[in-house]
């Protein structure tokens, strides 16, 4: 995998030391983003946590949704993911294993996380972490970050970047599925 430049965001939280970025995508459309989240979730195991960063509005959510709807499997692709928001998360039970979808964002305290169980779930569950920014530094070694940002000029796009941990398996995977979706 080859170095690109990680994009400035100062709302967003630097990832920990030593995580580089190793991959980068753009998405030029929303069916783009579900085209690499169907890609990616056969290639996902229980233990997997994708953190996922942008501003309100990038595509966290959308990228989730289809992710969950994919791992579901068959009749997944009308499956009511609803968004975390409030809940703060909602756990599947899929084929794949146990998904849970967190949405950080209104996490009034890093130690919430670990009462809601979160903790414990990163270890032997599919996590799709939303607002992990809220939680940072403190992320599993083996989780990587998928940065969603707007592009100038295009409403519809989002370019994509993989930050990860140096020989993080999980990483190549994921680089994988944006190379190949
Ligand atoms: N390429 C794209 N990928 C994903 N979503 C896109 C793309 N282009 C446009 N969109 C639109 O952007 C919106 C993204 O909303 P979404 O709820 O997924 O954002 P979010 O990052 O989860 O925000 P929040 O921080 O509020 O949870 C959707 O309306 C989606 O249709
Ligand atoms: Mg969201």
Do not use: N
């Not at 920990?16 to 085209?35: F, I």
């Not at 998928?146 to 993080?168: C, E, I, K, N």
């Amino acid at each position: 995998m080859t170095a690109v430049p990680l994009p400035t965001d100062p709302e967003l939280a630097a990832p920990p030391p030593g995580w580089v970025p190793c991959a980068r995508a753009v998405l030029p459309d929303p069916g783009a983003t579900e085209a690499l989240a169907r890609a990616l979730a056969p290639r996902l195991a229980p233990g997997d946590t994708l953190l996922l960063q942008g501003q309100l509005g990038a595509g966290k959510s959308h990228f989730a949704r289809a992710l969950v709807r994919a791992l579901i499997g068959p009749g997944g692709e009308t499956a009511e993911v609803p968004s975390p928001t409030f809940t703060l998360v909602q756990v599947y039970d899929t084929p794949a294993g146990e998904v849970w979808h967190a949405d950080l964002y209104r996490l009034s305290d890093p130690q919430e996380a670990v009462e809601l169980g979160l903790d414990a779930a990163m270890e032997d569950a599919i996590c799709l972490v939303e607002w992990p920014d809220r939680i940072a530094p403190d992320w599993p070694a083996g989780a990587v970050s998928l940065r969603l940002a707007a592009m100038p000029g295009a409403p519809d796009a989002r370019a994509l970047t993989l930050v990860a941990p140096p020989g993080s398996d999980l990483a190549t995977r994921v680089a994988a599925a944006m190379e190949g979706r």
